[in-house]
């Protein structure tokens, strides 16, 4: 591990704690009514190393290092722009970060590689997920790479490519009635010391494994190197408990920390249906928002995060949400431009239009769009709702 990490933090609270996994977040918030995440401290400010690439390039701030990793060649997606689809739209610049160019085809594969270090190090010889299908894949394939037991808990929802794709690796598939019975079925065993979770286990939830969540602040070092003119003035991220926000947040506010940007971006949260579009404080985070997810359900559920509100309010962002009607006309516009993306991805686009209609994304805004998983993964008419 690290030999910089200096302990951990409630993101929330700000209360300190000693290092550890802390499954269930900060007491103190929970004890509230608001469980709230913990991230890690560092010694050292962030660094480059120049030579490496992938998460290997920035060692200071993330917990396990090279050696340490089961990688499979996570990271370093490229940054496409769009300049058709820019004029279309009247926006200055439109440039979309491939994530799903990454090895099991989605942005999970930045968080996996970190999760399967912790676990094995702390001695654990089964890693488990609650999952709708790419943190699934993701997890079984780590795992697989680094030769411990999985076991995925999944509705009877999760389309079958994602369930081939998981039995392929030898990890195991536990089907649940419902999507909350997936975290009281993993907490048991979490309890009893017998499985390292890389999921939440609460409800009201908190967010992944937060040794994990830490690879996703790697986006944005990926996207301050890869965007030299000065960053994007927003980023539009399709959520769902919203690890990847908070990654992206916290990854940005370092490289504020360090001197290296000035405003960050602002980060906007894509739903399928107004979750955090109606919260406005921590305690909002304890209810629960049903809606429709219809072809989305890789960004479904009816519950939101505390970390999801606070990437939002500390980067100057907002939630938003576009009906599901006009979700295969948003996977077409992608695909239009070379990008066949899965129904949860190319919802942005669809917020995107209605942001630029409605005046809150002005015309010649610079914007990127992060496509977190491509389209070979289900079937959209499959999805339920
Ligand atoms: C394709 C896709 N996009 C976005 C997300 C949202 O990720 P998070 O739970 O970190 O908000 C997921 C999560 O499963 C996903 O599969
Ligand atoms: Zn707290």
């Known amino acids: 591990m690290n030999p910089g990490i200096t302990g951990m933090y409630c993101i929330s609270c700000g209360a300190d704690f000693t290092v550890g996994d802390h499954p269930f977040g900060c007491d103190h918030c929970r004890r509230r009514g608001t469980p709230a995440s913990l991230s890690i401290r560092y010694a050292d400010p962030f660094v480059l190393d120049q030579g490496r690439r992938g998460m290997a390039r920035y060692p200071a ?3 396990y290092a090279d050696g ?8 370093d997606t490229p940054l496409v722009s769009l300049p058709r689809l820019a004029g279309e739209l009247g926006l200055g610049q439109l440039l979309v970060k491939n994530e799903f160019q990454n090895p099991t085809g989605s942005h999970k594969d930045r968080m996996n590689p970190l999760i399967v270090a912790r676990a094995r190090q702390q001695g654990y010889e089964t890693v488990a997920a609650a999952s709708s299908g790419n943190e699934g894949v993701s997890l079984a394939c780590y795992a697989a790479a680094a030769g411990l037991r999985c076991v995925i808990v999944a509705t009877s929802g999760m389309d079958p490519l994602w369930q081939q794709a998981i039995l392929a690796t030898g990890a195991e598939i536990v089907l649940t009635e419902t999507a909350p019975a997936r975290w009281d079925y993993i907490k048991e065993r979490v309890d009893r010391g017998e499985w390292f979770s890389a999921t939440n286990l609460i409800d009201p939830p908190v967010g992944s494994a937060c040794f994990g969540v830490q690879g996703y602040k790697v986006l944005a070092y990926e996207l ?5 003119e000065g960053l994007a003035q927003y980023i539009l991220v399709p959520v769902g408990r919203g690890d990847l926000l908070w990654g992206l947040y916290e990854g940005f506010a370092e490289l504020r920390e360090a001197g290296l940007i000035g405003r960050l971006p602002a980060l906007v949260a894509v739903e399928p249906f107004p979750r955090l579009e109606r919260v406005t404080s921590a305690a909002d985070c304890a209810r629960h928002y049903p809606g429709a997810y219809g072809a989305t359900p890789s960004i479904g559920g009816d519950t939101v995060t505390v970390q999801s509100l606070l990437a939002l309010q500390r980067s100057g962002g907002f939630a938003a949400s576009a ?3 006009l979700v295969p006309a948003a996977i077409r516009r992608m695909a239009g431009q070379g990008l066949y993306l899965e129904a949860s991805s190319a919802l ?4 995107l239009e209605q942001l630029i209609g409605g005046g809150t994304v002005a015309r010649g805004s610079r914007v990127v769009l992060v496509a977190t998983s491509h389209g070979f993964k289900n079937v959209p008419d499959r999805a339920q709702a």
């Not at 942005?348 to 917020?351: G, V």
């Open 61 to 63: 701030r993330l917990p």
């Open 224 to 228: 301050y190197e890869q965007m030299p």
């Open 323 to 325: 009906d599901q009607r």
């Open 348 to 351: 942005p686009i669809a917020c």
């Open 68 to 75: 340490e990793l089961p990688s499979l060649g996570e990271g």
